[in-house]
């Protein structure tokens, strides 16, 4: 505010000065500025703080004392900036910008029970350089106050790059102060905390957490917290992204988690009830272990498990081994996942571990794998798409959907499967795989197993998937059992094009399918295998192939249809020649009409088997 002049007119009472009250009002908003820029302000005085230059505004950290020239300690300015806020309503703490960034080496605490908690930069040149070393426990901001509504905005803080012991804690964690070591919380506070435009970066230390555990450190921590939203933060380089347990309401808005080059995940959610990830980019880009992934799913905590967990329109890759890990637990599981819309890729060859996109593991229930785009860029030897894996002893898996995905993997590679249902224990109830596109008519690949059915798989639903392997490309099984243990499978309304790449097997049944119904699928001219000359008394294989084409030098009799394997199994002979085809006895050809049933020069003849009396009828 400008000075304020009080006019005093030419001569007394001539009226052309200030009226007394208006006199009055200036010399009271002079003082107000003046008592503010020089003395105490009621909240400094209530947390004992005591301005250093009074040229600042309250809570700008330079009137407690910061200087931004990188190398100056302003962990007590910034202390002291915090303390006055939180007496002062939620006043904010004011980071200006500075390239160097301020030195702050202590962690800096919000407690209490107040809330209404507001810390704002100026953008990305607003820094705070993270001198605190040791490990997770000592973050460089712990907030662990029972008061709700906290607001970071416009700041960036930097780590130190180190790892070990030398490097930093957690960037900022949110702490329950009610729950530390323990297990059960029924109160989830901090509450309502947004971070917006906040850049965490460079926190790479290891040690234990609050809990007593070993864990890398992270962008952001939370525990036993609940309704925070994160908008437009950027998270670079740390060796942990973000890790939630036992929080509620955890909400992701066009973030950018990206290069975390310690190997461990993007993101950690650990029990948590109501999680979601939308708009923004997981960019693993790590060294890799056994479970690391984009996106780390875990149960820890007890028997109630996780709920609502959601993946959407956002773009994960490079997991280093797996993109989206979902864990799971012998005793508790997480409900209701839903990971729709990705771009899902995996650009890296993890060595030793198996490259995988998706991993749901044990007893997770009503996993939902909607709309996502998979594609596995460079030469891998044995990815997986959609991997559901059920090898300890618990919960069964319910209620798992792939619909609407789409499978493009990149030329040159060998991978295993698309989506695999892999059981050892337990079982996989009432999967559903519909509507999904394995390979690209553009870019030819090799893949194994488009689908594979291992161990215990009930009441499975294969339903108007397309296989299309492409140029050049090779599916060698569109469906794959490998168990005994599979039961009532359902396929309807497949597609299988070959027009420019190959199909070896429609079905493969290295177990016993029991397929229960198979009907309506739509097969490219491609799709058999072309027997130029069957002789007398040949046999004509229908493993894996709904259409077989022959054209025969002469006319030939004892014709033999190999024995189908499923209930509703059907097979088209064509018979392109002008000779005729004449099938062998009912008993040895496995065709009911037997020697009866000729197909003529130039005609095809559609089967259906019937597994009750083991033959072939036929059906037009």
Not at 151 to 166: K, P
Not at 533 to 557: D, E, F, I, K, Y
Request: some cysteine.
């Amino acid at each position: 505010m400008s000075q304020q002049v009080i006019k005093v007119g030419a001569a007394p009472g001539d009226g052309t000065g200030d009226p007394l009250r208006t006199a009055f009002t200036r010399v009271n908003a002079n003082f107000t500025e003046l008592y503010g820029s020089v003395a105490q302000t009621a909240a400094e005085i209530a947390a004992s703080v005591t301005p250093i230059n009074n040229t600042y505004a309250p809570g700008n950290v330079l009137r407690y004392g910061a200087v931004g020239d990188g190398s100056t300690e302003c962990s007590p300015a910034f202390q002291s900036a915090i303390n006055q806020a939180l007496q002062n309503g939620g006043a904010p703490v004011l980071i200006p910008t500075s390239t160097a960034g301020f030195k702050v080496s202590n962690t800096l605490t919000v407690g209490g029970s107040r809330g209404y908690f507001t810390m704002i930069g100026q953008g990305p040149l607003s820094q705070i350089n993270n001198n605190v070393t040791g490990n997770p426990a000592n973050p460089l901001l712990l907030v662990n106050t029972k008061g709700p509504y906290f607001l970071f905005r416009d700041f960036t803080i930097n780590g130190n790059q180190a790892t070990g012991s030398n490097g930093n804690g957690h960037a900022i964690a949110f702490i329950n102060p009610d729950s530390v070591g323990v297990a059960g919380i029924t109160t989830f506070y901090p509450q309502a905390v947004l971070l917006q435009n906040v850049i965490l970066q460079y926190h790479q230390g290891n040690g234990k957490d609050f809990q007593g555990a070993s864990i890398p450190a992270c962008a952001v921590y939370q525990y036993g917290i609940t309704a925070h939203n994160i908008d437009g933060c950027y998270f670079f380089q740390n060796a942990c992204g973000q890790r939630t347990y036992l929080s509620q309401k955890i909400h992701f808005s066009e973030c950018t988690i990206d290069g975390n080059n310690l190997g461990v995940n993007c993101l950690y959610v650990d029990t948590v009830q109501g999680f979601e990830f939308v708009n923004g980019t997981l960019n693993g880009a790590g060294l890799g272990g056994a479970t690391d992934g984009c996106m780390f799913i875990d149960n820890s905590a007890g028997a109630g498990g996780g709920r609502g967990v959601v993946l959407s329109a956002s773009r994960a890759k490079n997991g280093n081994p797996y993109v989206v890990n979902l864990s799971g637990r012998s005793t508790c599981t997480t409900r209701s996942i839903d990971i729709i819309d990705n771009d899902i890729q995996q650009l890296n060859d993890p060595g030793s571990h198996a490259s995988t996109c998706i991993s749901v593991g044990n007893g997770n229930v009503g996993v939902k794998v909607t709309g996502n785009s998979f594609n596995f860029v460079n030469t891998i030897t044995a990815g997986v798409g959609v991997d559901v894996v059920q090898t300890t002893n618990g919960q069964d898996c319910t209620a798992f959907e792939a619909y609407n995905n789409s499978f493009d993997f990149g030329a040159g590679g060998t991978y295993t499967a698309c989506v695999r249902l892999n059981v050892t224990t337990n079982k996989i109830l009432s999967p559903s795989i519909r509507c999904n596109t394995f390979g690209n008519l553009s870019n030819g690949f090799n893949i194994t197993d488009a689908i594979r059915l291992a161990g215990n798989v009930d009441n499975a639903l294969i339903e108007n998937n397309a296989f299309s392997p492409g140029s050049g490309g090779t599916i060698t099984n569109c469906v794959n059992a490998t168990s005994s243990a599979i039961r009532w499978t359902n396929m309807q309304g497949n597609s299988y094009d070959t027009l420019v790449g190959t199909i070896t097997n429609q079905i493969t049944n290295g177990g016993a399918l029991n397929i229960w119904r198979n009907e309506g699928g739509v097969f490219s001219p491609g799709d058999a295998a072309f027997q130029t000359a069957p002789t007398n008394n040949a046999t004509l294989t229908t493993a894996g192939q709904p259409l077989v084409r022959c054209a025969p030098s002469g006319a030939v009799t004892g014709i033999i249809l190999q024995a189908g394997t499923s209930r509703g199994q059907y097979c088209v002979v064509e018979n392109n020649s002008a000779f005729t085809i004449t099938f062998a006895a009912s008993g040895t050809s496995n065709v009911a009409d037997g020697v009866s049933d000729v197909i003529a020069a130039n005609t095809c003849r559609l089967f259906v088997w019937d597994a009750n009396t083991n033959l072939w009828f036929r059906a037009a």
